[in-house]
């Protein structure tokens, strides 16, 4: 359908509205006379703009095994999102306009939502030399990143941010100091004194935060510390905005709703990095979460095998899943627990990531593109990993029982999910 209208439908504010769509963008919101033909009807469920997730491991390529362009994507739009950045730690590495363009093609061809590819800071993301940036630049690259290592020489970093500012390109920094985490798999803390294992501290996090907010100070530019798990950082970070620096932040739902206590044994589903810190740290990022110092909601989605998980928490590689349960249970843990308002959520999952990284993502405004989700918030639903549209599994909310579950989703005009339970 290139034209057809989203009728019996409620906005965020609970108030009863239909949606034009008209060549992939949104023409008319409010009262419309339809014609059976071109109509979907919403059947009362809630409306709600695209989400956005600005830390997405697509893997393909080499690493096909663990998730596609296509599954990647279809888990996306299962789990409400138009909008995905993809982490150029992929093999071969998005460090070159050959892959640049290779992924750009894999996505006209198999993608269920949009993708902004993130490219290396460095050569093969090793912290070592930089890539031409002007390249990047023209290939429309939105931001940089090294995610899965932080730069770790000081004076590289400092050559990082001074080509960046001159490309305008956003750094985007995986903040870990290597000699302080010795790739430890845990926090520091309770689990990992009980369990006998080495841990870190959120130090390896802090003191990075630290070192790139005092370049930023001195050089300028726009930096954003990715997936944010220590109060440490907090603290470095919310300084840094009162001096009114150009720093922004995010955080993951694993992050907000789980600490090191809450790992049952030594269940790999939990294991991340960086690791599940503190109950001290955990309620240091709700607080920042809800007093805005906390930008967005990513899910840092990082697919692996069953088999890879299987080898224990020293050999298991880190990561989780996260592009299907993200807004569910953020829904479910702040918005109907009343923490958060609704308008706060879509903010966090959907507004600021268009604001900050200039995201070509609609917003529910006529003459944005049409990026829209459909969601339940009357029926909840048990997390059923067995049904991820993901390769893999490997997520810690299996079995949890969740609201707010996307229904049918939109991308540029196009329906990109819709749940058999609905007859839309």
Same mark, same amino acid.
């Given at each position: 359908?290139?034209?057809?209208?989203?009728?019996?439908?409620? *906005?965020?504010?609970?108030?009863?509205?239909s949606?034009?769509?008209?060549?992939? #963008?949104?023409? =008319?919101?409010?009262?419309?006379?339809?014609?059976? *033909?071109?109509?979907?009807?919403?059947?009362? #469920?809630?409306?709600?703009?695209?989400?956005?997730?600005?830390?997405?491991h697509?893997?393909?390529? #080499?690493?096909?095994?663990?998730?596609?362009?296509?599954?990647?994507?279809?888990?996306?739009?299962?789990?409400?999102?138009?909008?995905? &950045?993809?982490?150029?730690?992929?093999?071969?590495?998005?460090? *070159?306009?050959?892959?640049?363009?290779? @992924?750009?093609e894999?996505?006209?061809?198999?993608?269920?939502?949009?993708?902004?590819?993130i490219?290396?800071?460095?050569?093969?993301?090793?912290?070592?030399? @930089?890539?031409?940036?002007?390249?990047?630049?023209d290939?429309?690259?939105?931001?940089?990143?090294?995610?899965?290592?932080?730069?770790?020489?000081?004076?590289?970093?400092?050559?990082? $941010?001074?080509? &960046?500012k001159?490309?305008?390109?956003?750094?985007?920094?995986?903040?870990?100091?290597e000699a302080?985490?010795?790739?430890?798999?845990?926090?520091?803390?309770? #689990?990992?004194?009980?369990?006998?294992?080495?841990?870190?501290?959120? +130090?390896?996090?802090?003191?990075?935060?630290?070192?790139?907010?005092?370049?930023?100070?001195?050089?300028?530019? =726009?930096?954003?510390? !990715?997936?944010?798990?220590?109060?440490?950082s907090?603290?470095?970070?919310?300084? /840094?905005?009162?001096?009114?620096?150009?720093?922004?932040?995010?955080?993951?739902?694993? =992050?907000? +709703?789980?600490?090191?206590?809450?790992?049952?044994?030594?269940d790999?589903?939990?294991?991340?990095?960086?690791?599940?810190?503190?109950?001290?740290?955990? !309620?240091?990022?709700?607080?920042?979460?809800?007093?805005?110092?906390?930008?967005?909601?990513?899910?840092? =989605?990082?697919?692996?095998?069953?088999?890879?998980?299987?080898?224990?928490?020293?050999?298991?590689?880190?990561?989780?899943?996260?592009?299907?349960?993200?807004?569910?249970?953020?829904?479910t843990?702040?918005?109907k627990?009343?923490?958060?308002?609704?308008?706060?959520?879509?903010?966090?999952?959907?507004i600021?990531?268009?604001?900050?990284?200039?995201v070509?993502?609609?917003?529910?405004?006529?003459?944005?593109?049409?990026? @829209?989700?459909?969601?339940?918030?009357?029926?909840?639903?048990v997390?059923? /990993?067995?049904? $991820?549209y993901?390769?893999?599994?490997?997520?810690? $909310?299996?079995?949890?029982?969740?609201?707010?579950?996307?229904?049918?989703?939109i991308?540029?005009g196009?329906?990109?999910?819709?749940?058999?339970?609905?007859?839309?």
């Open positions: 359908m290139d034209s057809f209208v989203i009728s019996n439908v409620k *906005n965020i504010r609970g108030e009863s509205i949606v034009r769509v008209s060549g992939g #963008k949104i023409t =008319h919101i409010g009262d419309i006379v339809t014609h059976q *033909n071109e109509e979907i009807d919403g059947k009362g #469920k809630m409306i709600i703009p695209g989400l956005v997730d600005m830390q997405v697509l893997r393909d390529f #080499k690493q096909a095994y663990k998730e596609t362009v296509k599954t990647g994507t279809q888990a996306a739009s299962r789990g409400g999102f138009t909008s995905i &950045a993809c982490m150029p730690n992929t093999q071969p590495c998005l460090d *070159n306009l050959e892959t640049l363009n290779d @992924l750009k894999k996505v006209s061809e198999e993608g269920y939502c949009k993708v902004f590819p490219a290396a800071m460095t050569k093969d993301i090793q912290g070592e030399t @930089l890539v031409d940036y002007k390249t990047y630049k290939a429309g690259v939105l931001a940089i990143t090294d995610d899965g290592r932080g730069v770790q020489k000081d004076e590289v970093m400092r050559e990082v $941010f001074e080509e &960046a001159k490309y305008s390109l956003g750094l985007m920094q995986h903040c870990e100091v302080i985490s010795k790739g430890a798999s845990l926090h520091e803390g309770k #689990k990992s004194k009980e369990l006998g294992l080495v841990g870190q501290s959120g +130090l390896a996090e802090s003191e990075m935060v630290k070192r790139d907010i005092d370049l930023l100070r001195e050089i300028g530019g =726009h930096y954003h510390v !990715l997936h944010m798990s220590a109060k440490e907090v603290e470095h970070v919310r300084k /840094a905005k009162k001096e009114g620096l150009n720093v922004t932040c995010e955080v993951t739902p694993h =992050h907000l +709703l789980l600490c090191d206590e809450d790992i049952p044994n030594e790999t589903h939990f294991k991340m990095n960086p690791p599940l810190r503190s109950r001290e740290d955990m !309620l240091c990022l709700n607080e920042a979460l809800l007093d805005g110092t906390i930008d967005m909601i990513t899910t840092d =989605h990082a697919p692996h095998t069953p088999e890879e998980k299987a080898q224990g928490l020293d050999d298991a590689p880190f990561g989780i899943i996260g592009l299907e349960t993200a807004f569910p249970l953020i829904y843990y702040y918005v627990n009343e923490k958060m308002s609704f308008e706060k959520l879509i903010d966090l999952m959907c600021k990531p268009v604001e900050i990284f200039k070509a993502n609609g917003q529910l405004r006529v003459g944005d593109d049409a990026d @829209l989700c459909l969601v339940d918030i009357e029926q909840s639903k997390v059923d /990993a067995k049904e $991820f993901s390769k893999c599994e490997n997520t810690p $909310f299996d079995g949890d029982d969740l609201y707010g579950w996307p229904v049918l989703t991308c540029n196009k329906i990109t999910y819709k749940d058999s339970n609905y007859d839309f």
